[in-house]
């Protein structure tokens, strides 16, 4: 199992995006706060993390993404199905045709009827949960993509 988690936890990119925006606040914010007597987690939590909400709001949803899509390494590291994310089971679904579980008994037609209507359900299950939750984040985003963004 922590062949699948220790290999994604920390991204290059999102770590570059992240660095560059930490550079952009101004150190002058951290100065002043060191003046007046706040220490290091104070400005951290009351000045540093605020003005990154954006940017991190923008690495949370590229690490979600990025995760709930995810099924190649489970494909192969896990060989207990038990273990299985849903991507990869959605993924057997759709790309295997493994539906003979869920048809029941029936019909040919109704069989492949069922079967059809069950890998659209398996569609809608793989997109609506990032569906739902891009609202919430897309007033972040662009502004956060930004200011992680190369200055020049």
Not at 22 to 45: C, Q, R, W, Y
Not at 66 to 72: C, E, G, I, L
Not at 75 to 97: A, C, S, T
Request: glycine share 8%; net charge negative.
């Amino acid at each position: 199992m922590w062949a699948l988690i220790l290999p994604g936890a920390i991204s290059t990119f999102n770590l570059i995006i992240m660095r560059t925006a930490f550079e952009a606040i101004p150190v002058g914010l951290e100065e002043s706060a060191k003046m007046d007597g706040a220490n290091d987690f104070t400005i951290l939590f009351r000045i540093i993390l605020p003005l990154s909400l954006p940017v991190i709001a923008v690495i949370l949803l590229y690490y979600g993404v990025s995760h709930w899509n995810a099924w190649f390494n489970a494909m192969i590291f896990l060989k207990d199905r038990d273990l299985y994310p849903l991507q990869l089971i959605l993924r057997e679904i759709l790309i295997v045709g493994n539906t003979t579980e869920m048809t029941g008994g029936g019909d040919v037609g109704e069989m492949a009827l069922i079967s059809e209507t069950i890998k659209y359900a398996t569609i809608i299950v793989a997109t609506v949960p990032i569906l739902c939750v891009y609202p919430f984040l897309q007033k972040y985003f662009v502004k956060g993509a930004l200011i992680g963004a190369v200055k020049g």
